[in-house]
Nanobody
Framework: QVQLVESGGGLVQAGGSLRLSCAAS????????MGWFRQAPGKEREFVAA????????YYSDSVKGRFTISRDNAKNTVYLQMNSLKPEDTAVYYC???????????????????WGQGTQVTVSS
């Protein structure tokens, strides 16, 4: 079992920055990949970024590439999402997720993750 708790969301003006954190407990943090997803009202949950257990492999959606940075600190059991140059279209609830042991799909897919946080709201005003 893995428990995930996100923090760091809030209201920011367009062009501003936020850093989200996701603290994990339970299974050995350094043994699994982590992802960030987001869901806007009326839309499906979409992939934002993912990072392998070692931090060597990192993936971004095209919509955030160059603006967002995912990182992890295995000593602190925490994954981060630094979000810069925020746009109103980035407004959503952001979720962190932990890869499952026997899950299907790639790290871009929600099906690859067995554990999800409760989400944190990010609102970007124009």
């Amino acid at each position: 079992q893995v428990q995930l708790v996100e923090s760091g969301g809030g209201l920011v003006q367009a062009g501003g920055s936020l850093r989200l954190s996701c603290a994990a407990s339970g299974r050995t943090f350094s043994s699994y990949s982590m992802g960030w997803f987001r869901q806007a009202p009326g839309k499906e949950r979409e992939f934002v970024a993912a990072i392998s257990w070692s931090g060597v492999n990192i993936y971004y959606s095209d919509s955030v590439k160059g603006r967002f940075t995912i990182s992890r600190d295995n000593a602190k059991n925490t994954v981060y999402l630094q979000m810069n140059s925020l746009k109103p279209e980035d407004t959503a609830v952001y979720y962190c997720a932990a890869e499952g042991v026997d899950s299907s799909g790639t790290l871009y897919d929600t099906t690859a993750y067995d554990y999800w946080g409760q989400g944190t709201q990010v609102t970007v005003s124009s």
